[in-house]
């Protein structure tokens, strides 16, 4: 079965303090890795696709890279407004989206 | 805003009741998927309809059914309702249900029973 561990559980960093999240997948046959950001309450908000190891994608303070058996979401000199539980998710041969428990991150002033 | 819309926000309701709630997916996807989220349990998948018909099964209780109907909207049926069933339910909407396709989330469904 699909497996994602994400680490670490929670992050709380200062305005400014840039840091990677971890995502280690065991997966049959990658379709895709996915990253998403979740604010209390509301729905995952897509942030990245990445399909194949070598893989990098970058969107304002965030980038995602890909390697063979794990994915890093690096934030770069992140602002409050980053905070947000970001999960991660594999899809592999069979189709079924396998996520994470997240990251909490808190990005405090 | 992601374009998929989940209807009711919010429901309470009293256990062995049944309700029914509803997802629209973006304009042009003719794939949706419904998740559950709870505290303890994370994302967990329930069910996959491409264009009317079921394409993929998760961890869906007997108790749960869901169908996609011509316009492709979707809609996901809970009933003998337990107190454990309480939880943010999502839909997500994707163009063709490949299995690369990327899955855009709705705002959900927060469901509380008591």
């Known amino acids: 079965e699909d497996q994602v561990t994400q680490s670490p559980e929670a992050l709380r960093l200062q305005e400014g303090e840039s840091s990677s999240l971890n995502c280690s997948y065991t997966?049959?046959?990658?379709?895709?890795l996915f990253w998403y950001r979740q604010d209390p309450g509301k729905g995952p908000e897509f942030l990245f696709t990445l399909y194949s190891a070598g893989e990098e994608k970058e969107k304002e303070r965030l980038k995602a890279t890909l390697t063979k058996k794990e994915s890093f979401l690096h934030i770069t000199a992140p602002k409050p407004e980053d905070s947000a539980t970001y999960l991660c998710a594999v899809r592999g041969s069979w189709g079924k989206l396998q996520f994470g428990a997240g990251t909490q991150v808190v990005v405090t002033p | 805003d992601s374009g998929v819309t989940q209807t009711p926000k919010h429901l309470i309701t009293a256990t062995g009741q049944r309700v029914t709630l509803r997802c629209s997916p973006r304009?042009?996807?003719?794939?949706v998927y419904w998740y559950q989220q709870s505290l303890d349990q994370g994302l967990q998948f329930l069910i996959q309809y491409y264009n009317g018909e079921e394409r993929a099964k998760g961890n869906i209780l007997e108790r749960f059914s869901a169908q996609q109907f011509p316009d492709l909207h979707s809609e996901l049926n809970l009933s003998s309702l337990e107190l454990g069933d309480s939880a943010l339910y999502f839909c997500?909407?994707?163009?063709?249900?490949?299995?690369?396709?990327?899955?855009?989330f709705g705002p959900g469904t927060r469901l509380t029973v008591l």
């Open positions: 997966v049959s046959g990658l379709r895709g």
């Open positions: 304009s042009g996807d003719l794939s």
């Open positions: 997500a909407s994707s163009p063709a249900g490949g299995v690369a396709d990327t899955q855009y």
